[in-house]
């Protein structure tokens, strides 16, 4: 059944987008705008959806051009929904694991097989009572033998005071009181040691057995998935295909994760190359709550996640013509960096939005880059700290190896205060308040980070409100750690103050620029000792 969607209302006066849009960052089109309220609009339909879609789900859309020259979308979800990987209205998925005669369904229950069987050993009454029976009688066996170890000990001490008085006979009659109790020591040990192993042997009859399941269950999933992705044939604009393997044999984690090809953006590329259709944007949205550690907010965009569709858009892209990533893009080429204090030991630069602290994997400006040109005589790594690259603000510089050292020091004992200001999408009604929300990297979507009160590294923020502004908080922030992200998502996360900072693309909204910056720096000059303040305003603070 065609999935190409049109739209209910008129789109003439929307012009088509002059580039494919890049997945990990963008502004979604006019045009995907428009197709995801009608996907919206359609969801608010299924009734029996609610309770689902109310935990939260990412969809997508993507604009095309048929052969005919006919614009429409077509709208896919990640992963399943409703316990079904086809509905009606969304494009299927690239391969249907769902499917009820196919390869996968048939041994996946061949490995549910085993897993029952697995479970009915380790539930069986006798492998229960004979591992019982075993901890037993270890117990007993120690202390049968412990016992009669402390009579030997307790005689032996007695045969030693007898000696000096008895006989020659009485003395060889505790030699033999001696040899008979070490035989009985002996007689024990063996008797608990054929005993035990007796017990162990009945315990292994079940544990082999358990073990030869476990070894065929790894081996045969392991299998499984690695068929499973090679079924995972991606498409791109010129026509080649891949398979997952492939696409991910030389990444860092060399294997594809779970789920990789089963997310919105590859269905609806697969679907649209399988038509024929041209694809002309795209944009993935989230619908409901947001999950327990990530941070999703109710019909928000986001960009394709790095670590399950990076490898597989890199090659479906091929073809396209896509926008440039701005990441690589040297916005401030032409901007001169800004120098808010300097003397022969440090300075202290304001770096714009959009510069990079450090050099990335691309060839594009930098922070460092400028200051290892300005001062071509200064030893060490001159970076003292970093700034993302989206917030502007205070960035220090050290010009010698020694100075840098004691800047670090400081930073990592805390006593270096940085103060930060931003814009929050909300209304923040506490006027001054504490966060601690630990934080780790997400593995297949860095650099964005989750909460996580396990594995997390701890993260604590003050903040005071300065004012307010059309639904918009003006704050203050004072870290008192330096995670990565660590006021973007404190910032956004329901636990902490559930509004994000506006511009944010990664936790909120995207705007025209990321409204959080660093105005002020306090530390302690590593040469005079002097205790330095250095601030430079926002200049953003009544712009909204």
């Known amino acids: 059944m065609n999935k190409l ?213 790894k081996t045969r999933s392991a299998a499984l998935q690695q068929w499973l992705f090679k079924q995972f044939r991606m498409l791109n604009a010129r026509g080649e295909e891949r398979d997952l393997c492939n696409l991910f044999k030389d990444t860092v984690q060399k294997t594809p994760p779970a789920g990789a090809g089963e997310c919105a953006a590859p269905k609806l590329l697969q679907y649209a190359y399988r038509n024929g259709w041209q694809p002309l944007a795209m944009a993935e949205f989230w619908w409901g709550d947001s999950p327990k550690n990530e941070i999703r907010r109710h019909g928000y965009y986001y960009p394709a996640c790095k670590g399950k569709c990076g490898p597989i858009l890199k090659h479906m892209l091929q073809g396209l013509h896509v926008e440039e990533n701005p990441l690589e893009t040297d916005m401030h080429r032409d901007t001169e960096l800004e120098i808010m204090y300097e003397d022969e030991w440090l300075s202290v630069v304001n770096k714009p939005a959009g510069m990079l602290s450090v050099p990335g994997k691309s060839d594009i400006d930098s922070v460092y880059g400028r200051v290892r040109r300005m001062y071509p005589e200064a030893t060490g790594p001159m970076i003292v700290h970093r700034l993302d690259m989206a917030t502007s603000g205070l960035i220090l510089i050290a010009k010698t190896k020694e100075v840098h050292q004691n800047l670090q020091a400081q930073f990592k004992n805390r006593t270096v205060c940085k103060r930060y200001v931003a814009w929050l999408d909300g ?50 922030f004072i870290p008192k750690t330096g995670r990565t992200h660590q006021l973007r998502v404190h910032s956004a996360h329901p636990l902490g103050l559930n509004a994000p900072i506006v511009g944010d693309e990664l936790y909120g909204r995207k705007a025209d620029r990321l409204y959080l910056h660093a105005e002020y720096l306090g530390f302690i000059h590593p040469v005079s000792g002097v205790y330095m303040e250095i601030e430079k305003e926002s200049g953003f603070d009544d712009l909204l």
């Not at 005919?68 to 992963?79: C, I, K, N, P, T």
């Not at 004012?467 to 203050?476: L, Q």
């Open 5 to 217: 969607h049109y739209f209910a209302d008129s789109i003439s006066l929307l012009s088509l987008p002059e580039k494919f849009t890049y997945p990990f960052h963008y502004t979604p089109h006019p045009l995907c705008v428009a197709a995801a309220g009608e996907v919206g609009r359609y969801l608010s339909t299924k009734g029996e959806w609610q309770g689902e879609l109310r935990k939260g789900k990412m969809f997508g859309v993507l604009i095309v051009r048929t052969g005919e020259g006919e614009v429409g979308y077509l709208a896919a979800f990640s992963g399943i929904l409703a316990g079904k990987n086809r509905h009606t209205y969304f494009v299927p998925p690239v391969y249907d694991v769902q499917e009820p005669d196919g390869f996968f369904r048939i041994e996946e229950e061949q490995i549910s097989g085993i897993n029952r069987r697995i479970e009915e050993l380790q539930a069986d009454v006798r492998y229960k009572d004979c591992k019982q029976r075993l901890a037993d009688e270890t117990i007993l066996a120690g202390q049968v033998l412990d016992d009669i170890r402390g009579r030997m000990k307790a005689a032996k001490v007695e045969r030693d005071r007898l000696r000096s008085t008895v006989t020659r006979v009485d003395s060889e009659q505790l030699i033999r009181e001696s040899q008979f109790q070490k035989a009985e020591l002996k007689r024990q040990k063996q008797y608990w040691k054929d005993h035990l192993a007796s017990l162990q042997a009945e315990v292994e009859v079940f544990e082999t057995e358990i073990e030869r399941l476990k070894a065929e269950r």
């Open 427 to 476: 209304i923040v009604e506490k006027k001054e308040g504490h966060i601690e929300l630990p934080l780790r990297p997400d593995p297949e979507d860095r650099p964005r980070q989750v909460v996580d009160a396990v594995h997390g590294k701890p993260a604590v923020t003050d903040y005071t409100v300065l004012h307010y502004d059309s639904g918009r908080t003006f704050i203050s």
